[in-house]
């Protein structure tokens, strides 16, 4: 259960970071929490390839679904660095649209990964 909940509490790191940016207190707690189950995870045994597992053989592969979901953030955390109204904790329309693009993608990534994990 420890594993779960650390790739949980990531993954919403994560998505406050896209949607609300580094610095906005929210993100600062679910970063947090990520950083206090992965600790706990690993004080109770279990490697970090536990929490982020490897290729079937071994190897990191590169998967275009994983790009594409990267590449959202890339392109969100892009956005609200040259944004005026995004850098005021106000979000654009545009970045309303990288937000769900992003979400979806990652919805889409995680899902895959959870059906290959049985």
Known sequence: MPIHRARTAQNLAIRAIAARGLAH???LALLAV???TAS??????HRVTDTHPPAPNGTLV???LYERYMTAHRALAAHRTGCTAC???QTCQPA???VESFTRLQDAYLARQKQKRG
């Open 40 to 45: 706990r995870a690993w004080d109770i045994g």
């Open 87 to 89: 850098r005021s904790r």
């Open 96 to 98: 309303q649209r990288l």
């Open 25 to 27: 207190p929210i993100t």
């Open 62 to 64: 590169p998967d275009d």
């Open 34 to 36: 990520a950083a206090t």
